[in-house]
């Protein structure tokens, strides 16, 4: 039997090992899919917090869709280290889901995926003709350049000693409709074969669609362009939202009106986008475009409007506060929520950070009551509170996070503790009318100052 029929028919019987590298967002809910799909799962992670978690079986990222679902420590088929060289010998195929962040001058840092490729490298066996395959979002060209070279230092050799691939991961954590097992999934490899292994790998981990795209390059760039079309449809609803309040024109009714058409793709604006992706990802296109000497002229746009959304939003809040005559220095906003996405408490990349730097920089003070985050979870430079035991008196709230404990909240409760009843909507989800009704003075991104005294 030739080696892709062998390694077919350990995949169908479910004897091949699956290492993880990575076991952050990405990587414990496909640890634990492939685990649940029937096969033998070796996990590894540089953080010993994130090791010794998952062998207490506690969950190391706060994601709701791991909660209760991490296997025990003793069972054969599920092993945590923070050892790559322990897992390599023991695996079939390695998944790296290492973090692809970028730098202070918004560069892509590839150090992660050339340490883990390294890592790799280091503890494969000769011959062996290992799968790693990259799930990390990166832009066109980053496997081969960042993990050809190490092999060829190592006297490696890609299609005899390691099999190279891209699959990029696409869930979307905390939507249980978006699991790990639930997203259509593409491979690219040079080797035909190899891409079909792995499809019929990953067919045992998702119920949609799988697919053999051709060479990694094309998977990689698939990926980095899903998060950068999201990155400049959002642009341009921030965009609106900045224009029509000026021609006094609420946002909202021109989407309302304009979504009627068969063809109109609605997007709601907010006060900017957070997360480990859409506000990243689009960097790593750029510098590829830049590398070959092609302007990323709209991407380059998008990015700097979502970019100065919290900048626009501390604007219209200072003059929400003026306009009620609140002097500057004395400006007490509560923001609901802080974390970047509703349901869960994930402070990557929040808008609320430089939200609240902005503000705070107008002399106005910002407290931040999260029920997903701690007070550890939050910068120093802002108070954490829950208002409905805490003493405190804001001049308004403002809601950065769409979370259901927001949606649901006792209002007049909350009204109670602040000095007006104030509320500005940076994701426009609230019923402002029914606010209003009751006594709010309503704002909202995206709609004109209109009720203010
Ligand atoms: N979070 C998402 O929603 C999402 C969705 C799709 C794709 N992605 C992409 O997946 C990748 C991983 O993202 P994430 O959100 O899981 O990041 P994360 O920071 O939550 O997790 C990465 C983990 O890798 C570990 N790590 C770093 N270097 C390592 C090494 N050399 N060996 C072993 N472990 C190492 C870290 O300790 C961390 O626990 C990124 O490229 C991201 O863009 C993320």
């Known amino acids: 039997m030739g080696w892709n029929e062998a390694f077919t028919k350990s995949v169908e019987e479910r004897s091949i090992s699956i290492g993880i590298i990575g076991l952050g967002y990405v990587g414990l809910p496909t640890a634990i899919g492939f685990f649940d799909a029937g096969f033998t799962v070796w996990g590894v992670d540089i953080s010993e917090r994130t090791v010794s978690y998952i062998n207490a079986q506690k969950n190391p990222t706060g994601d709701p869709e791991v909660e209760g679902l991490i296997p025990h420590a003793s069972d054969p088929r599920w092993n945590i280290t923070t050892k790559t060289q322990e897992a390599v010998p023991h695996c079939d195929v390695i998944l790296v889901t290492v973090p692809t962040p970028i730098t202070e001058d918004l560069k892509p840092d590839l150090s992660y995926v050339r340490n883990a490729g390294c890592d790799v490298f280091n503890a494969v066996e000769r011959g062996s003709r290992t799968i790693v395959v990259l799930e990390s979002t990166v832009y066109p060209g980053v496997t081969a350049q960042t993990w050809l070279p190490e092999l060829e230092k190592r006297g490696l050799v890609n299609g005899v000693d390691v099999e190279l691939a891209y699959c990029p991961e696409r869930f979307n ?71 029509f309040p000026e021609l006094d024109l609420d946002v909202e009714d021109v989407l309302d009106a304009a979504s009627t058409k068969w063809n109109f793709h609605r997007y709601t604006p907010g006060v900017g986008v957070g997360g480990h ?84 920089s107008r002399n106005i003070h910002v407290s931040v009551w999260d029920p997903h985050l701690g007070e550890q979870d939050l910068p120093d430079f802002v108070q954490s509170v829950n208002p409905m035991y805490d003493e405190h008196t804001s001049d308004i709230a403002v809601l950065i996070t769409a979370h259901q404990e927001f949606l649901n909240l006792d209002w007049e409760a909350l009204g109670a503790t602040m000095k007006a009843k104030r509320v500005y909507d940076g994701r426009r989800v609230l019923d402002l009318d029914r606010l209003a009704s009751s006594g709010w003075e309503t704002f909202a991104v995206g709609m004109p100052i209109r009720n203010s005294m």
């Not at 626009?312 to 929520?337: C, D, S």
Request: hydrophobic letters at 40%.
């Open 277 to 360: 992706c859409i506000p990243v990802d689009p960097y790593y296109m750029m510098q590829r475009a830049q590398d070959v000497g092609v302007p990323a002229e709209l991407i380059t746009a998008a990015r700097a409007v979502n970019r100065t959304m919290p900048q626009h939003v501390a604007q219209v809040i200072e003059k929400i506060l003026y306009t009620n005559h609140i002097p500057a220095g004395q400006g007490r906003v509560l923001f609901l929520g802080w974390s970047y996405k509703p349901g869960v408490g994930d402070p990557r990349e929040t808008p609320a950070e430089p939200l609240a730097k902005a503000l705070q």
């Open 173 to 243: 954590p905390g939507d249980p409709a978006h699991g790990v097992r639930q997203v259509a999934r593409v491979v690219g490899c040079s080797s035909e074969e190899v891409g079909q292994d792995l499809v019929a790998m990953y067919r045992h981990l998702t119920s949609e669609d799988v697919r053999y795209v051709g060479k990694i390059e094309v998977a990689e760039a698939s990926k980095v362009i899903e998060n950068v079309q999201r990155d400049i449809n959002i642009a341009l609803v921030n965009e609106l939202a900045r224009i």
